[in-house]
């Protein structure tokens, strides 16, 4: 029979029926992250190429949105060869050899086909030949999602690599200064497996919001509308975004949900070390930061040079974090991310250093 946990209740758990049952002993370890890695595609787009096809200022640009510059992937590269370089550097970090991996997941909505899913291709890429691997679409919450998906069913004593990996590059109408300021590409990858408590991950809270699905969408290439109706240049095969729609759920519902799962895990604001937000506009970050009620924390942003990378964002930034050395053993770090579906996600660990 499965089971649901309550929070607010130690040392048992409860039946789907309400039957109180006792729990077993608490493991010495958990599941937590062991490694971290990026990728970034070499060649950097300035704002000026971007604003000569767009109509606008690289001022503008840096004003609305407090991004300088981004990194599109090579015409040879898809989205499965900017998540195996991340994998690759996550394994390294961690100290895992592929062949120790359960589970590879990818999370992105700009997969290399609509079949096979990225992640079988990843797998074969890095050699991970014993590990299950599928991919994940919560657009821009993608990795969180996959992250909480891998928390579940990676065995406690297992590994599990959970990857972020996007090429905004190619679904963004080049001339849309609505868009194809805001989008790059890249990768970030994470290895989960046992670290000694009170370290791990520790709760993620997902929401989705079905009503709002056409906020954010690519509306050709699925069952709905299909590619061969729509040629190459037709408008319905570009991102399309509702960008004041999309801030307002930002501002109503990031500050609710860090809020929420603060308050389901007895974490106290003020005890959050780190606040690693999805980087999807600077300009939007900075304003909101103010209601979330994270005084005491670092939040950090690589946006200015990174742009939006999709479900690579939380796990790029947290690699870029995690190399600088600015997370120490123990501290809180808190994740969240938002995007299409309307969906939104948090994500509450303690480091392991």
């Not at 992105?108 to 299950?132: M, R, Y």
């Not at 519902?253 to 860090?258: E, G, Q, T």
């Amino acid at each position: 029979m499965s089971r649901t946990t309550s929070p607010c209740v130690t040392g048992v758990w409860y039946t789907q029926g309400g039957e109180l049952e006792p729990s077993a002993p608490a493991s010495a370890t958990t599941l937590g992250v062991l490694g971290t890695g990026s990728y970034l595609p070499s060649r950097t787009v300035a704002n000026d190429e971007i604003a000569s096809r767009t109509g606008v200022t690289e001022e503008w640009i840096l004003r609305k949105t407090g991004i300088r510059s981004r990194h599109y992937a090579a015409a040879h590269e898809a989205t499965s060869d900017l998540a195996a370089h991340a994998a690759r550097a996550a394994l390294a970090d961690a100290g895992i050899r592929p062949g120790q991996l359960s589970y590879v997941m990818v999370a992105t909505s700009t997969p290399d086909h609509p079949q096979p899913a990225t992640a079988a291709i990843v797998q074969h890429l890095i050699g991970a030949e014993n590990a299950a691997a599928f991919d994940v679409n919560a657009v821009c919450t993608g990795f969180l999602f996959a992250l909480n998906t891998a928390h579940r069913i990676v065995p406690e004593d297992g590994y599990g690599l959970v990857i972020g990996a996007d090429i905004y590059s190619r679904i963004v109408n080049p001339t849309d200064r609505r868009t194809a300021v805001l989008f790059g590409d890249g990768a970030g990858a994470v290895v989960i497996g046992p670290v000694d408590r009170p370290a791990g991950l520790i709760a993620t809270n997902l929401r989705t919001f079905g009503d709002l699905h056409r906020t954010i969408e690519v509306p050709a290439g699925g069952s709905r509308l299909p590619a061969r109706h729509h040629g190459p240049d037709d408008p319905a095969h570009y991102f399309a975004m509702h960008g004041r729609a999309v801030r307002d759920f930002v501002t109503e519902r990031l500050p609710s949900a860090v809020k929420e799962i603060l308050r389901d895990t007895d974490t106290t604001p003020d005890s959050v070390q780190h606040f690693i937000p999805h980087q999807a506009n600077g300009q939007m970050l900075q304003e909101i930061a103010p209601t979330l009620g994270l005084d005491h924390a670092v939040h950090h942003l690589v946006v200015e040079s990174t742009a939006n990378t999709g479900a690579a964002s939380v796990p790029l930034t947290l690699d870029l974090v995690n190399g600088r050395g600015a997370l120490k053993d123990g501290d809180t770090v808190l994740l969240s991310a938002f995007g299409g579906g309307m969906s939104i996600g948090t994500t509450l660990l303690r480091w392991a250093a």
